[in-house]
């Protein structure tokens, strides 16, 4: 599974959603809108319950644990994003209860109570268009951090799925999340412009100021996959006491798409030289395409598809989109690329941005990362930190995109199991004391030091 990927199309996905759109807001079973919600566990667990797939849910602890309930067998759990039993049942009170009872088959059972927290919902204005947004505070009067949530590239209503929303104020920690434009409740067209975005964020966190009042204490972003992109840029807009970033990438979405390929190709067993630099030149002629937006370099992929099309390696290319260039026809390209294009800038190169940041920033790597592979983001960083930047950077070993650890099958696919122990708690920390403290887990704290918890 792959998570938060710069998609650009898929030819007959485009087609559908041309035809008949795309739905904004998911329209949630009464159970679902029922139980959503986090929980604390008689053992002190924070377990977060939330919307999943069709009349599913998927519960989260603060540790990374991760399940998916399904309605059909009485809420029983499949490990992460397995279809593997986990031995995990959990059965609901009534609605107005606000109580579960969570058992694992090798221990007690354990009652759970919704924890209380403060909401407060609102619409704002940036660029021209309404966005929704919610804050989500814990209990109290006194001044908390808040995370200002933004997006990857994914098109779900973000005030729906993101769990960080209750997981996180329930350990101490407010959270601001609102709906992309042209998804949720926010109006406009969905895009991934970051310069957009970025204003959009940094409307968002002036929102998120003005609604806590005197209880905002420390107010950043976090920003995963996508995100690290947008969020940096959009504390250059705005007064933000910290940034978070999760699984991004300190590169171009070019190199995202080159990485991924080459990657793609090495794990398909080409690694050769020879093999690598003939894959780079096909790349390069789909890079034109995109940057074109369509428009042109056609006669690029003719000439590589005639020079290499044959080869043993040549359709092992993926990558974000060089695959898709050379599966279809230049013909259905062109009228379906101009329908799917979302404005990605393509050759935007962050540094540029982080070097002159002074906002204090956590990077956290996912080791393992299939969609945003590492190497380079890691060099770029360290080099960054070395040069005296706010620069702090956390690496969880064997994670995948989205700091999830994860089994890989016969066919080569890796099914993801459960977010690493340590990666939350990382986010709640930075958030609320502006450093790191103690040991999270396996992760390897690659700059500065963390003080002992």
């Not at 933004?150 to 098109?155: A, D, F, P, T, W």
């Not at 040069?387 to 999830?404: A, K």
């Amino acid at each position: 599974m792959k998570l938060g990927r710069i998609t650009v199309f898929s030819a007959l996905a485009a087609l559908a959603l041309a035809a008949c759109g795309e739905p904004r807001l998911p329209k949630l079973s009464v159970e679902q809108a029922c139980h959503t919600g986090v929980y604390r566990l008689a053992n002190g667990t924070i377990m977060d319950v939330a919307p999943a797939s069709g009349a599913d849910l998927r519960w989260r602890t603060q540790d990374g644990r991760v399940g998916k309930l399904s309605a059909e067998r009485e809420w029983a759990s499949t490990r992460g994003w397995t279809e593997e039993a986990d031995g995990v049942h959990i059965r609901f009170g009534g609605c107005d209860e606000g109580r579960l009872t969570y058992t694992t088959g090798d221990g007690e059972p354990l009652e759970g109570r919704k924890v209380r927290l403060v909401e407060r919902e609102t619409t704002f204005t940036s660029g021209g268009e309404q966005l929704f947004g919610r804050l989500v505070l814990p209990e109290g009067d006194g001044p908390v951090p808040i995370v200002v949530q933004v997006h990857g590239s994914e098109k779900d209503a973000a005030s729906v799925f993101n769990f960080r929303q209750r997981l996180f104020p329930a350990q101490g920690v407010g959270v601001f999340v609102y709906d992309k434009r042209g998804t949720g409740r926010s109006t406009g067209k969905y895009t991934q412009d970051f310069q957009v975005l970025a204003r959009d964020a940094a409307a968002a966190m002036a929102e998120a100021r003005r609604l806590a009042g005197p209880r905002a204490g420390r107010v950043g972003f976090e920003g995963g996959s996508q995100g690290g992109w947008v969020a940096p840029l959009a504390a250059t807009m705005t007064r933000a006491d910290f940034v978070i970033v999760g699984y991004g990438m300190a590169d171009t979405p070019f190199a995202e798409n080159r990485d991924e390929a080459l990657q793609d190709l090495a794990e398909a067993g080409f690694k050769d030289a020879a093999t690598r630099a003939k894959a780079l030149e096909v790349i390069a002629a789909t890079e034109a395409v995109m940057q074109s937006r369509f428009k042109s370099g056609y006669d690029k992929i003719d000439a590589v598809k005639a020079k290499y099309g044959k080869e043993p390696w040549f359709s092992a290319l993926k990558g974000e989109f060089t695959g898709e260039l050379l599966k279809y026809p230049n013909f259905a390209i062109r009228v379906i690329g101009p329908l799917r294009d979302v404005g990605t800038p393509w050759t935007y190169d962050p540094i540029p941005v982080l070097r002159n940041l002074n906002t204090p920033l956590l990077w956290v790597l996912a080791a393992k990362d299939s969609s945003a592979p590492v190497e380079v983001t890691r060099e770029r960083l360290l080099k960054l930190a070395a040069e005296g930047r706010p620069i702090t950077v956390l690496e969880f070993p064997d994670t995948e995109h989205g700091v999830l650890e994860f089994i890989t099958g016969e066919d080569g696919v890796r099914v993801e199991t459960r977010y690493a122990d340590g990666y939350f708690r990382s986010t709640v920390d930075f958030a609320g004391k502006g450093k790191l403290e103690g040991a999270y887990g396996r992760a390897r704290l690659l700059t500065g030091e963390a003080a002992p918890r």
